[in-house]
């Protein structure tokens, strides 16, 4: 991901309302040597920015600015890479026009 | 999932999710005088849904007929711009008529937080409960497999009922972990972007040609997907603008985009730009869409559940119908629901196939079936449909137009050259034939 890009995702999250669930992020990547070409695809497609991935090879997720798309779900289906759920009632993202 | 012994179902029926399927079930049921509890894992309903947004009046009007009087509307739509687009050009199709200005106009632009909230109020006030900020974890199932109940985030003991219509949104976790439905395939479900851009009425009615609450929906589709399978959007609201643009998942994980690179290009094309001049984005939403068609509809029912909405894949890509399609089939649902409850009849999965045989009468299944060979087709040719043939309409539209010295024969000549080209006029024919036998 090229830094001009990144730094746009964070200022369109900006608009946005959240209630973060902290301590408690409703995604998790289990621990992994190599990451699927879903999720190291996840780094450039998840529409938040949330993915990222460190010096060493792993994608690492931070799911505060989620939006509760989806997208990294599917992609990874069947790699057991994603420890996925909803944010808690009421928590995540809220949207005020939809 | 859990089992359950039998125990005393505390409601008719549950109802997993919020909108326009989750809405439309509850309404109806509630409205006929069934107990109804609603859970919805958001603040409010329409805190976690996205859509363009395009209201449909017909399928609302057959569940609220008075909806005119209060639903929060944006604008009516009186005119639909067709846009095939490469980097630089739009060409057109667009029908705009009077005649859309109408009583009870057709279409209208509307927020989906702001209506979903007003959908549901009228839920509520039709006698069902609704747990707001609760998600639905698990489904109960008796020891033969039935479907009698489902557990919350909010723990204690389950909720019973003889039936879950589950309204869960594309991504619905409930049906797809209890192995009610496959999981959802990457190459059927497009992931859409959107920004809501706000301007003055005044601005957006002068940019548009409209006045009152006259409305413009702009559908577009070319060069601006990179090569993927994709549409891009504006639909005017009252004081703001909906713009976005979708491609099919797979094409982004194959491809080297950025879906927010994608949509800033959108934003930037010389055809858009100007449209939004000036504004204020106070929101970014990103959505999956299912568009995999008839193929990828799921198995709908089972012993004491049903599947409504985005969750049963109801969506026309084709016609970027969708909510219509939703409130349909949960209405639908419902229907089957309240008939069966009335009879005192089990709600096995016998008995709630009366709600797939329903739906096979309805534009719903007939239009799905109908473009069942599209989705495919347009995968399948994308590199032709999202950027060969774009790029050489826009190209014949300019040899056209331009006055430049060359006489009009020659120009039709260099038109033709340029489809052969490209193309050629096997690969042509091939894909108009393709095109022809997936529209029937």
């Keep these: 991901m090229s830094e001009v890009a990144a730094i746009k995702v964070e200022e369109k999250l900006f608009s946005n309302r959240y209630l973060v669930d902290a301590g408690r992020p409703h995604i998790r990547v289990k621990p992994h040597q190599t990451p699927s070409r879903g999720l190291l695809a996840m780094t450039r497609l998840c529409p938040a920015g949330c993915y990222a991935q460190n010096e060493s090879g792993q994608v690492e997720v931070s799911a505060d600015g989620c939006v509760e798309c989806g997208t990294c779900r599917i992609v990874t289906q069947g790699t057991g890479e994603l420890e996925w759920n909803y944010p808690r009632g009421g928590f995540g993202v809220l949207y005020k026009f939809g | ?440």
């Design chain 2, 1 to 440: 999932m859990s089992e359950m012994q039998a125990q005393e179902p505390q409601f008719d029926a549950i109802v997993v999710g919020a909108g326009p399927s989750g809405n439309a079930a509850a309404y109806v049921m509630a409205s006929e005088g069934l107990n109804v509890l609603q859970i919805e894992r958001g603040e409010y309903s329409g805190s976690k849904n996205v859509q363009g947004a395009i209201l449909y009046a017909d399928a609302l009007e057959k569940i609220i007929p008075d909806f005119r009087e209060d639903a929060p509307l944006e604008r009516h739509v009186i005119e639909q711009r067709m846009w095939t687009m490469d980097d630089r050009s739009h060409t057109g199709v667009h029908y705009r008529s009077d005649d859309f200005n109408e009583e009870k106009p057709n279409r209208y632009t509307i927020l989906r937080a702001q209506f979903d909230k007003w959908f549901n109020a009228r839920v509520r006030a039709a006698g069902a409960t609704v747990l707001f900020e609760t998600t639905v974890t698990e489904l109960v199932r008796d020891l033969s497999g039935k479907v009698i109940g489902v557990r919350t985030d909010r723990g204690g003991n389950p909720i019973m009922a003889p039936v879950v219509v589950l309204a869960e949104g594309v991504n619905g976790l409930v049906g797809q972990r209890s192995g009610l439905r496959e999981e959802v395939k990457p190459g059927t479900v497009a992931l859409a972007l959107k920004e809501m851009h706000f301007l003055p009425r005044e601005v957006i009615e002068a940019r548009f040609n409209l006045s009152g609450n006259e409305g413009v929906v702009i559908e577009a589709m070319g060069t601006i997907t990179k090569g993927m399978t994709g549409t891009g959007f504006l639909y005017t609201n009252e004081e703001s603008i909906s713009v976005g643009i979708g491609c099919i998942v797979d094409d982004f994980v194959e491809g080297g985009e950025t879906p927010y690179g994608l949509l800033e290009s959108f934003k930037n094309h010389p055809s858009i730009k100007p449209l939004l001049a000036g504004s204020e984005i106070k929101e970014y939403a990103a959505h999956l869409i299912p568009e995999g068609g008839y193929r990828a509809i799921p198995q709908l029912y089972g012993d004491g559940w049903l599947v409504v909405g985005d969750a049963g894949q109801f969506v026309n890509a084709v016609h970027r119908e969708g909510s219509n399609l939703a409130m349909t089939t949960g209405r639908i649902a419902a229907e089957t629901v309240v008939m069966l409850t009335r009879k005192r009849e089990a709600m096995s999965r016998a008995n709630l196939a009366i709600f797939a045989k329903r739906l096979e009468e309805t534009f719903v299944m007939k239009d799905l079936k109908k473009y069942k060979g599209i989705p495919g087709l347009l995968h399948g040719g994308k590199a032709q449909f999202f950027g060969t043939y774009p790029r050489l309409i826009s190209q014949a539209m300019q040899t056209w137009f331009r006055v430049d010295g060359v006489d009009k024969k020659s120009k039709e000549g260099a038109i033709l050259r340029s489809f052969r080209e490209a193309r050629g006029w096997r690969g042509m024919m091939g894909d108009a034939f393709r095109l022809v036998r997936a529209w029937r």
